[in-house]
């Protein structure tokens, strides 16, 4: 299901032998431009078990987090709920 998943620093690191850690990753990819945390995660041999097989943890390969906080939540009722706060609010 992740395949393998290395970020652009990782190849990088890798191909002038600067010991990044190439391994596969039970990572998905990543939108997020600032690879600072995935690429600074312990080996995976130091990671838990982790037991993703229940429903309440099935994702989608993409998910759009501010589709789920805003559009997804008036779809199931809370549209009148404060999702966002800014400008004062």
Same mark, same amino acid.
């Given at each position: 299901?992740?395949?393998? $998943? ?50 309440? $943890? ?32």
């Amino acid at each position: 299901m992740f395949g393998n $998943f290395f970020t652009g620093e990782q190849k990088a690191a890798s191909a002038e032998g600067q010991g990044a850690r190439p391994q596969a990753s039970p990572l998905g990819p990543s939108a997020h431009v600032d690879t600072f945390t995935r690429d600074s995660l312990p080996a995976r041999e130091q990671w838990p078990e982790l037991l993703l097989e229940r429903p309440q $943890f099935q994702y989608p390969e993409y998910l759009n987090a501010a589709v789920e906080l805003t559009e997804r939540m008036v779809e199931r009722g809370f549209g009148d709920n404060v999702a966002l706060i800014g400008n004062g609010r």
